[in-house]
């Protein structure tokens, strides 16, 4: 199963070290003090573009609510990193969207997906997204113990395009604390279920 350097070269913007082990750890202990519920899922076409609602088929994950200086924190630290997207996606990023604090336990999963698509009737909020992040709070093991998971890896698929060559994708990537890890918004993504041990993310879109 590859590692993260392995998506530098497909095109993904890659940082193995955005956050230490002790600020990964620090945020694993706020986030399982906070207090969780179901994440929604997006609305898509055959829904009608309603508002968000639960799909545990599609969606199986907590959203944990923070305190605000945390979310400050962390958001001041990916905006730091904005001028390196822009200049490694060559787009001109406004800003990033309020981060989601993600939990997956064993059994959680989220399937296929997008986090933007071009559709007037979908939401505003959504179709502006440019670049999709996630933050990895923990990592992929052969066996999970109390700071490990097994399974839940991030998978990309579809195409990337290098230059004039186009690169079929069905990549599993490997998660590792502190990563970040940067894709356009439009890559189709799953996290795929979690065979055991609980795993710990951060996501955002720069839009």
Known sequence: MPRA??????????DPRFLDAAACARLRAVVQA???????????L?????????KEEVRKTDVVAVPAEVQAEVTARLMAVKPELERHFGLSL????????????EGYHFKRHVDSYDNPAAPGWFRERKVSISVFLNGEADEADGCSYTGGSLTFHGQVQRGAQTIPLCFPMIGEAGLLVGFRSDQQHEVRPITSGTRYSIVTWFY
């Open 5 to 14: 350097e392995f998506f530098t070269r497909l095109g993904f913007y890659v």
């Open 46 to 54: 055959a829904d009608k573009y309603q508002t968000t609602f639960l």
């Open 34 to 44: 906070a207090p969780a519920t179901p994440a929604a899922v997006v609305p898509t």
């Open 94 to 105: 406004v800003g990033c969207q309020p981060l989601d604090f993600l939990v997956y336990h």
